[in-house]
Nanobody, 124 residues
């Protein structure tokens, strides 16, 4: 059974940093794209960042460029999201997704597996 488990969320002041992790189990995703999405209350799930199978290609939403960094450790089957200069509008539940494909994808339909989410709250 495939599982994705996010961790690292919490409450942080504006301007602070958090590092999210997503540990995968049940199968390896070393040849697959992975990504981060987020969903704020009352809003749809939005794309944040994606990374190709070997980490060589990354793609960010405009809101994440220059502040967030996506990375992966295939040996640990783990995905990361380093978030710096956090803003109150970054407050959301953050989800990791894993694809059966190898590229970088901003649309949720390319991701087959999802974690349960981790809450990030940024206070002003």
């Amino acid at each position: 059974q495939v599982q994705l488990v996010e961790s690292g969320g919490g409450l942080v002041q504006a301007g602070g940093s958090l590092r999210l992790s997503c540990a995968a189990s049940g199968r390896t995703f070393s040849r697959n794209a992975m990504g981060w999405f987020r969903q704020a209350p009352g809003k749809e799930r939005d794309f944040v960042a994606s990374i190709g199978w070997n980490g060589g290609s990354t793609y960010y939403a405009d809101s994440a460029k220059g502040r967030f960094t996506i990375s992966r450790d295939n040996a640990k089957n783990t995905l990361y999201l380093q978030m710096n200069s956090l803003k109150p509008e970054d407050t959301a539940v953050y989800y990791c997704g894993a694809s059966d494909y190898a590229g970088t994808y901003s649309h949720g339909s390319f991701y087959k597996y999802w974690g349960q989410g981790t809450q990030v709250t940024v206070s002003s």
